[in-house]
């Protein structure tokens, strides 16, 4: 009896967690489309001025080789983010939650001796019989140390850019600078509908979960999935040829089209003038 109820818990625990999960991302995606039509400083701003404004600044970030440099352009991204509106916990969460964990998983071979020789900080190991050595160096520390706060002001930058910017009028203005139409196309297409999928799917593991009676086996679950996955695949495959033939039929020609029009302003041409200032700064700064 208590295996099954055990059993019976893990199952719930294991559907309900899913659920929650897909929730989640639905919800977060709603919350930052509500972000982008707040009466922000960013929000105010031409998407293309948003835009060069971020790669100058991601350019500058990638070149500088100082951490105070890059440090700096990061501290200038939370102000920004405030006078935009931006909850503050939300915005930080989204960078430093799961960013320095996969990005410490490929920076912690640096840190030691055997991958950055210099002067050991931390000596782990010092055997002469048989001779191994390993130590935190001085270089690995400082190399980790700039990997992780590259990675962190940059996604931060990106994060600030899509959080302030509707997708759909960031898509137009990749457009105007030439990049090309088939990468805008399928970045906004998959953009649109991984919504509807994750709807579908969280639907569908609604209705698994209120008729779920008893014990489930994982072998029951797992071939549930199986079966739910085949599916998904079959209706995302349907979906596109009835998405393609609607677009079709409402007259496109391989071209999206937006409603909003984009105008340069003042405002526009001297918060551009200040991104690209910072980032020449940053660049001389950080050589």
């Known amino acids: 009896m208590i295996g099954k ?11 309900e967690k ?10 977060q995606t709603l919350f930052a489309e509500e972000i982008a039509r707040e009466p922000g400083l960013l929000q105010s701003l031409d998407a293309r ?3 060069i404004g971020a790669l100058a600044l991601l350019i500058a970030i990638s070149m500088s080789q100082n951490l105070v440099v890059i440090g700096a352009l990061y501290l200038l991204t939370l102000p920004i983010a ?25 920076a912690l071979p640096a840190l030691f001796s055997s991958f950055s020789p210099g002067a050991p900080l931390v000596t782990l190991i010092d055997s002469t019989s048989p001779k191994i050595y390993l130590a935190i160096t001085q270089p690995g520390v400082i190399t980790a140390a700039f990997l992780l706060l590259r990675v962190g002001a940059s996604v931060s930058i ?11 009028v960031l898509l137009k203005a990749l457009r105007v600078l030439r ?28 209705a698994r979960r209120s008729r779920v009676v008893g ?7 797992r071939r549930w999935l199986t079966t739910s996955m085949g599916a998904m695949l079959a209706k995302s495959y349907e979906l596109s040829d009835q998405v393609y033939l609607a677009m079709q039929s409402r007259g496109f020609r391989g071209e999206a089209q937006v409603m909003e029009t984009m105008t340069w302003r003042v405002a526009d041409w001297m918060w551009l003038g200040v991104f690209l200032g910072v980032a020449v700064a940053g660049i001389w700064l950080g050589r």
């Open 5 to 15: 109820a055990l059993s019976s818990k893990s199952s719930r625990g294991f559907f």
């Open 179 to 206: 990049v090309p139409q088939a990468f805008v196309l399928i970045l906004g297409m998959t953009y649109r509908y991984i919504y509807v999928l994750l709807h579908a799917a969280n639907n569908m593991f609604l």
């Open 49 to 51: 001025a948003k835009l």
């Open 158 to 168: 990106a994060v600030l850019l899509v959080l302030t910017t509707r997708w759909s």
């Open 82 to 106: 405030y006078a935009s509106r931006v909850p503050m916990g939300f915005y930080l969460k989204r960078v430093w939650v799961l960013m320095p964990f996969f990005t410490g998983i490929i």
């Open 18 to 27: 899913t659920l929650n999960d897909i929730t989640g991302v639905l919800e």
């Open 215 to 221: 014990r489930v086996s994982g072998g029951d679950n």
